[in-house]
């Protein structure tokens, strides 16, 4: 972390789990174990806990956001939800990307861009999440694929609207799976996604985005990571499900 030029940042994807009970249950155990100096705390439930999350969280050091949205305001997309209807929740960040999504769901680096725009206009901070898979990384792609999946990301945007993005360098091969990348590692990627911000709009603007490792974070893993150069946080996903994991992250990044 480089505390001169960015606030770290952590951020649980809770994925499709806990529903309105646990996100109770869970929110009531985190409150008191969290103290977050210097560093900001993000907690992306499933949709149907954001009014919970948002509700238990209120007053405190915790923002709620969402693991997607669409990029239309209204209209007939069945099963979809947009920007602004996050917005009117109290929601204030967004996942995007994730590549569960991508894996999944469909998504591509063209929709990734669409839905970054719609939550920018709606007044959310996209967590724009991007990553290689295995076979990307033994073939020696990562540099290429994650420089093409970020700049894709952030096609026609201007330098205050990337400003205000947060990124997650997730590969695909860590998520879920145990498998971490060596603080090396994420610290050399999240470098590269760096330059390419860089290269694409200023040194000066690159150097005030937060980059967070995604992969596997856990309590044991996370100082090392945390204590890398280039890593601004995380985006943690299973050990966000459990109060006192996630509180020692956070722990870990705050002063
Ligand atoms: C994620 O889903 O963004 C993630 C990093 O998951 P996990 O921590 O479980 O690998």
Redesign the pocket.
């Known amino acids: 972390m480089n505390r001169q030029l960015r606030i770290p940042v952590i951020a649980g ?1 809770w ?1 499709m789990n806990m529903g309105k009970a646990q996100t109770a249950e869970l929110i009531g155990a985190l409150l008191p174990l969290i103290r977050a100096e210097g560093c900001r705390v993000i907690l992306c439930p499933t949709f149907t806990s954001l009014s919970t999350a948002i509700e238990l969280s209120a007053g405190s050091i915790i923002a709620v956001g969402a693991q997607n949205c669409h990029w239309e305001k209204t209209g007939a997309y069945t099963g979809e939800i947009s920007a602004n209807m996050l917005t009117e929740l109290g929601v204030s960040h967004v ?1 995007i990307g ?3 999504r991508r894996q999944y769901f469909g998504e591509t680096d063209e929709t990734v861009n669409r839905r970054i725009n719609a939550a920018l206009a709606a007044g959310l901070t996209p967590i724009v ?1 991007v990553g290689e898979l295995q076979k990307e990384r033994e073939a020696g792609l990562t540099t290429q694929v994650c420089g093409r999946q970020i700049e894709k990301a952030l096609s026609g945007l201007s330098s205050g609207e990337v400003g205000k993005l947060i990124v ?1 360098y ?1 590969p695909v091969w ?5 498998l ?1 990348a060596t603080a090396e590692q994420a610290n050399q990627a999240i470098r590269e996604i760096r330059e390419r911000i860089a290269e694409l709009y200023s040194r000066a603007l690159a150097d005030t985005i937060c980059i967070l490792y ?5 309590a044991a893993n996370c100082i090392e990571l945390l204590a890398q150069p280039e890593i601004d946080g ?7 499900l459990k109060a006192v994991d996630f509180a020692a992250i956070v722990a870990a990044a705050a002063i």
């Open positions: 994807n994925k996942i994730h590549s569960e999440c997650a997730e860590a998520i879920g799976t145990g971490t995604g992969g596997s974070m856990n995380g985006l943690i996903g299973g050990a966000s």
